[in-house]
């Protein structure tokens, strides 16, 4: 695909938006999966966990994860000649081997008290652990580069006018 994308002749914009446009699609998808799954286990390898175990059932995660991407979609697999006939149920076994490996320990994986891993990767105030879920959120907001000025340059010449409008004389 990208060998096709670089040799046509067409404009960028007929080739990004008409001929390539579901190739760079499919291609951003593969690539993002492929960017969480490496920067999770490399968050994983770089960090020092409190105990032993957690290393290992967050690489079980990992497994757990690339194996449902998999299931998603394996044709790039088969194209290429990686997988064979009987592929497909040497996956849905391994996926199945892999969730029975998870099961006891979802509890203590959801529970997982790793200030290391988990406050740096969940940037949710919903999933803090001290479930603050309201006061996470307004700090955010608070914080947020939308709120460094007291007000937007267009409030007084646009916002300021509308609401002011009297606009019963139109009903």
């Known amino acids: 695909m990208v060998v096709k994308l670089q040799s046509s002749k067409e404009k960028r914009i007929v080739k990004?938006?008409?001929?390539?446009?579901?190739?760079?699609?499919?291609?951003?998808?593969?690539?993002?999966?492929?960017?969480?799954?490496?920067?999770?286990?490399?968050?994983v390898d770089s960090t020092e966990f409190k105990s032993k175990n957690s290393k290992e059932l967050l690489y079980l995660l990992a497994k757990v994860?690339?194996?449902?991407?998999?299931?998603?979609?394996?044709?790039?697999?088969?194209?290429?000649?990686?997988?064979?006939?009987?592929?497909?149920?040497?996956?849905?076994?391994?996926?199945k081997k892999a969730l029975i490996e998870l099961r006891p320990h979802m509890i203590p994986l959801v529970e997982l008290d790793s200030?290391?891993?988990?406050?740096?990767?969940?940037?949710?105030?919903?999933?803090?652990?001290?479930?603050?879920i309201y006061e996470a959120m307004l700090e955010r907001a608070m914080q947020s580069r939308l709120n460094a000025k007291p007000k937007p340059e267009y409030w007084d010449s646009l916002i300021k006018p509308t609401i002011k409008a009297d606009y019963s004389a139109n009903l």
């Open 65 to 95: 994860y690339a194996l449902k991407q998999l299931t998603i979609d394996c044709t790039a697999c088969y194209e290429t000649g990686f997988f064979s006939a009987g592929s497909k149920g040497l996956l849905m076994e391994a996926m």
């Open 16 to 43: 990004v938006n008409d001929l390539f446009a579901q190739d760079l699609v499919q291609t951003t998808r593969a690539h993002m999966m492929y960017l969480s799954f490496f920067m999770f286990k490399f968050v």
């Open 115 to 132: 200030d290391e891993l988990l406050d740096k990767s969940n940037t949710s105030a919903i999933g803090n652990k001290w479930g603050d």
